[in-house]
């Protein structure tokens, strides 16, 4: 079982960044595949970023490439998503995901752990 627990979310205005982290608890996440996902109010869960388990291979959403890079150091460090020229329309919970395994992947039903999710609000 692994239970991730995101880190860093909150208010920003139009056009400013945020760093979100992912952390396992009790293990690393050296082993696993990660993935970022967004699901705002009224809206089914979306994409946003995965990174395979070497970090040798980022994939992101349309709507965020070029303004979010998600990264991870090594097995003792969480996995990060750096979120830049942020819009109001970024707003959003924010959940990582894990799944086992190299390979990322996009869609939630790939991931088998989930954290509690983290509130973007970017205000306009």
């Known amino acids: 079982q692994v239970q991730l627990v995101e880190s860093g979310g909150g208010l920003v205005q139009d056009g400013g960044s945020l760093r979100l982290s992912c952390a396992a608890s009790?293990?690393?996440?050296?082993?696993?595949?990660m993935g970022w996902f967004r699901q705002a109010p009224g809206k089914e869960r979306e994409f946003v970023a995965a990174?395979?388990?070497?970090?040798?291979?980022?994939y992101y959403a349309d709507s965020v490439k070029g303004r979010f890079t998600i990264s991870r150091g090594d097995a003792k460090n969480p996995v990060w998503l750096q979120m830049n020229s942020l819009k109001p329309e970024d707003t959003a919970v924010y959940y990582c995901?894990?799944?086992?395994?190299?390979?990322?992947?996009?869609?939630?039903?790939?991931?088998?752990?989930w954290g509690q999710g983290t509130q973007v609000t970017v205000s306009s």
């Open positions: 995901a894990a799944r086992g395994g190299s390979v990322a992947a996009k869609r939630p039903t790939d991931y088998s752990y």
């Open positions: 009790g293990r690393t996440l050296s082993s696993y595949a």
């Open positions: 990174i395979n388990w070497s970090g040798s291979a980022t």
